[in-house]
């Protein structure tokens, strides 16, 4: 069965088989001056013919056909047939800045999507179950399938008043309702054959149905072109993981189909704007308001080098120039209204409809200018990151591109790299850069950072001086030797995440261990010295969760990890690490079975129950950056969840509440959990702390708003609500109906493990915010020996903030319990025994870091001193026998050896002194770190 395929036409009147349709450009029609020609924009219809309502005989059409397309290659020698593109302004209307389009056939292929026609006989119109139940969905979701905001109610009654004659509205919305199931059930092929299915479907009917378009079924076209510009969209995007080849043949596929759907509607845009859709389509008045406005400033670097005419030939300038004038106009149309969501996505499926067709030629051709203005465009896409159809696409395009357009364009593309400089994702693909460049002194940031200076230059300042790109052992064994013996300092660095600087240093050798990505699975692994069987994964430390996670479910097995995907494993594991199945299993350092380490000379040696156990138990939760550079794990791996019940508590103070009822509210909850966790819940929640002044007293006081997300493994909903419904009565009873409000939300089951992290991880994790917090493991001794007001007053102390009037922040873990208490002897390492007693792992926030006026050392070190003076010292009054998790602790904690290790510091001491004497591996509050000093301010690194 051939693929769909839209072609030209060919005209009936001869006389319109030559004519080329008009682009024009500041210096006239361009199309025209390449020709010789004089304009006549009587016919035929040209965009300027769109846009101005002069009649046009040039006809559009959209046909099934042979597929002929090839690979692009970098520059096509021949012409294949196109979609037909004529303007019409999308969700959003065409300004004066966007560039018009040309209705030529341009270079390349034709679409060829995975759109299987049948024979019209196979179109009719039948539903069957499956379909009432996309229909069903769709209803419930369409708001978060189309990314818009507001009652979506006159969306399903323009579809279904319809269905009868026109469609394949209707089959392009279940189809996108199935597509979105598939996207988070990607066990269920069902949903995957669907979307195809209801898509060939729709665009089959709708090619027999173009010609009818009137006044009467416009607003049914229009929907299913939008509808289908989504579909299309995601799956152009779902070829990104691929190469740069494919995706960009893919993106051209869907901006042609896009255009060509859209042209039928054009000349009904006015009726559209006055429609009952009007209240969607914000976008359109918005437009009209950016036109008022000057444009911004964020693509002029790269307008101004298009512009100098040494960047490209010239005839792909304009084209670029024009588009790259539409980019600017959608970030304009996002900061004039930066709170609706729903316009920065209108305005970004526009995109394409108003660009020329020279310039998805330029794309297609692979030009490097019309690259670089893609790169903008992704910048922009990455804004709405949060969209089920774009989520982190906009990033790997604009870092794809960077690498292969060059250095030429490093400067130009500046704004579109900075644009990423909070997300962590950037940092972890550098060598050198970090999350948080306060812990380099800001030695060098991106224009939109803080601490950005213009009078002070980029330097190396408090970064690395050398940096190992490490992708196997052997390199790491020679660096590290050399590194010794010239007493350089050596640090780690796997994606930067490091909340208290340890991946990086001054005057440092830094390993680099990104590259080491190496998974293999192996069920039957055998245990030295215990001669049993394990069911393990062998995996190089620069592997993210995220990745590790990914390859684990493709075999049916799980690893406990942490919940943010983005984050290494070797300085996670090297702190304990905890994660969504921690209070099941315990810590990710408790499932450590062997690891290839190499030592401060040079060594390279594997460290396991028969051979340096001792090696093997310090870097299980003994501190990351210290005993040696990790390159690889074997860990156990676990059985997927069958499933995961998962749902909200939120406990919100009234207007005319009364402060003291969120407190107990609070120590009602904390106390409770100890015993959910035995009963199997897990999840974790927030805090947050402000003021608020009484309404019964008027007194200025503080209150607490609470965030909690709990989820049951393997089990129903009507357990998770038999656990959490007597505790939400509970919370209640401390106060009348008028002082707050107790929530539990209704609950989700999910079939796939892995779709818990997407629910962890609504966007991309971010970076670079400046705090200093501090962190305590709680057990029952703290929440339950003690009494409820008693917790209620430490709650209160411990939330304290720095300066008066800021809010705080209240972190709870739930990843204690059984989980970390039942891991057998033999697997238990230098990880702080108070995670055995654990239930929660407590984080606060409060101190201020007065990052404007003093440098960053300073500005540490004052919060620093608040810190060890108003949470330290609470701490060390509520759980004197407890101690923070390493990776989330108070890096200036003055008690750091018993807090942070316990009674296994001395023992760990003695294990870094035999493997690493020089102490060349040096962090913050690590092992052995009293000896030496390091100062923030200059990089030097001093014994004492």
């Not at 995975?114 to 996309?134: C, Y």
């Not at 692994?525 to 684990?552: D, K, M, Y």
């Not at 357990?719 to 007597?726: A, E, F, I, Q, R």
């Not at 919370?731 to 089951?749: G, H, N, P, W, Y």
Request: aromatic share 8%.
């Amino acid at each position: 069965m051939a693929r769909s395929v839209a072609r030209r036409s060919e005209p009936e009147d001869p006389s319109l088989s030559v004519r080329r349709s008009h682009t024009k450009s500041r210096r006239g029609c361009i199309i025209c001056k390449q020709r010789k020609v004089k304009c006549d924009e009587s016919r035929p219809r040209c965009r300027r013919c769109e846009y101005g309502d002069r009649p046009c005989s040039y006809q559009h059409d959209i046909r099934e056909g042979e597929a002929t397309s090839s690979k692009p290659a970098t520059t096509p020698t021949s012409t294949s047939p196109a979609l037909p593109t004529t303007t019409t302004t999308t969700t959003a209307t065409a300004t004066p800045g966007a560039s018009s389009t040309t209705d030529s056939a341009a270079s390349g292929p034709s679409w060829s999507g995975n759109l299987v026609l049948a024979s019209p006989a196979e179109h009719a119109a039948t539903f069957d179950l499956i379909h009432m139940r996309l229909l069903h969905y769709a209803h419930d979701h369409l708001a978060e399938l189309l990314g818009i905001q507001g009652d979506t109610k006159a969306i399903i009654d323009t579809i279904m008043d319809k269905a009868d004659q026109e469609p394949y509205a209707l089959d392009q919305l279940l189809a996108l309702s199935a597509l979105h199931l598939s996207s988070q059930h990607q066990d269920i092929p069902v949903y995957s054959q669907q979307a195809t299915e209801l898509q060939t479907r729709a665009l089959s009917a709708f090619n027999r149905a173009r010609c009818a378009i009137s006044d009467t079924n416009y607003l049914t076209a229009f929907l299913f072109a939008s509808m289908l510009a989504i579909h299309v969209f995601y799956d152009s995007l779902a070829c990104l993981e691929d190469n740069l080849s494919t995706f960009i043949e893919k993106f051209v596929e869907y901006m042609r189909l896009h255009r060509g759907v859209r042209a039928v509607t054009g000349s009904h845009w006015r009726q559209i704007l006055e429609s009952q859709l009007q209240p969607l389509l914000y976008v359109s008045e918005l437009a009209l308001e950016v036109e008022k406005l000057p444009p911004g400033e964020e693509t002029a670097p790269l307008a101004n080098l298009l512009k100098s005419g040494s960047s490209s030939t010239s005839s792909s300038t304009d084209a670029c120039v024009g588009a790259l004038n539409s980019v600017q106009w959608i970030l304009d149309i996002i900061k004039l209204d930066p709170t609706r969501r729903d316009i920065a996505i209108q305005a970004i499926v526009a995109w394409p409809v108003v660009i020329s067709d020279d310039y998805i030629e330029a794309v297609y051709q692979h030009r490097p200018e019309a690259f670089a203005v893609l790169a903008y465009y992704a910048a922009a896409l990455h804004r709405c990151r949060d969209f089920w159809v774009f989520k982190s696409a906009g990033l790997g395009v604009v870092e794809m591109i960077v690498r292969h357009i060059g250095p030429f364009w490093a400067e130009a593309l500046r704004w579109p790299r900075e644009e990423n400089w909070f997300l962590s994702q950037f940092h972890s693909e550098q060598p050198a850069s970090i999350d948080y460049s306060y812990w380099d002194n800001n030695s060098c940031v991106a224009l939109n950072d803080y601490a950005f200076d213009e009078h002070k230059p980029c330097q190396l300042g408090g970064l690395p001086r050398y940096v190992l790109n490490a992708t196997d052992a052997a390199q790491v064994a020679t660096a590290m030797a050399w590194a010794n013996s010239r007493d350089i300092r050596v640090v780690i660095k796997g994606t930067g995440h490091d909340l208290n600087g340890r991946s990086s240093g001054a005057y440092a050798l830094s390993i680099w261990t990104h590259h080491l990505q190496d998974i293999e699975f192996n069920p039957r692994w055998i245990r030295p010295a215990f001669n049993s069987i394990e069911n393990v994964v062998i995996a190089q430390t620069g592997n993210t969760w995220g990745r590790l996670l990914n390859a684990a479910s493709e075999v049916n097995r799980t690893v406990v990890s942490g919940q943010d995907g983005t984050v290494g494993l070797g300085g996670f594991i090297g702190g304990g690490g905890h994660g969504p199945l921690s209070s099941s299993y315990g810590r990710s350092a408790d499932q450590i079975l062997q690891a290839t380490v190499v030592t401060a000379d040079g060594s390279i040696l594997i460290a396991n129950d028969e051979q340096n156990q001792d090696l093997l138990w310090a870097i299980r939760g003994g501190g990351p950056g210290s005993y040696g550079v990790v390159i690889e794990y074997v860990m156990r791996t676990f059985p997927l969840p069958s499933n995961v019940v998962v749902g909200s508590l939120s406990v919100s103070t009234q207007e005319n509440g009364t402060q003291e009822a969120s407190w107990d509210g609070l120590s009602t909850l904390m106390r409770a959990l100890p015993d959910l966790m035995d009963s199997g819940l897990s999840g974790f929640g927030i805090g947050t702390v402000s003021q608020a002044k009484s309404s019964k007293t008027s007194a200025v006081g503080h209150q607490v708003d609470i965030s909690m997300l709990f989820y049951l493994f393997n089990s129903t909903t009507a357990k998770w609500t038999s656990l959490l419904s007597p505790l939400q009565h509970q919370m209640a009873s401390f106060s009348d109906k008028r002082s707050i409000q107790v929530t539990l939300s209704e609950l989700k089951i999910l079939s796939q493990y892995l779709d818990l992290f997407d629910i962890l991880n609504p966007s991309a994790s971010s970076c670079g915010d400046i705090s200093l917090s501090s962190s305590r493991l709680l057990g029952r001794r703290e929440l339950n020996d003690i009494g409820h007001d008693a917790v209620k007053c430490y709650l209160k102390r411990i939330t304290t903030t720095q300066v008066e009037g800021h809010s705080a922040r209240l972190v709870m873990g739930q990843q204690g319990g059984q989980g970390p208490r039942n891991v057998e002897d033999s697997m238990r390492g230098g990880l702080t025994s108070a995670w055995r007693d654990a239930y929660l792992h407590v984080l606060v926030t409060g101190s201020n870091i007065d990052y404007e006026n003093t440098s960053p050392r300073s500005a540490l070190q004052v919060a620093a001193d608040w810190t060890n003076a108003h949470k330290e010292s609470v701490w060390a009054e509520w759980a004197p026998d407890s101690g923070p998790y390493i990776n989330e602790a108070n890096p200036f904690n003055p008690n750091f050896q018993r807090d942070f290790y316990g009674a296994h510091y001395g023992r760990l001491l003695s294990i870094k002194e035999k493997y690493d004497p020089r102490s060349i591996l040096y962090v913050q509050s690590g092992v052995g770190s009293q000896d030496g000093e390091y100062n923030l301010q200059d990089g030097k690194l001093c014994r004492k």
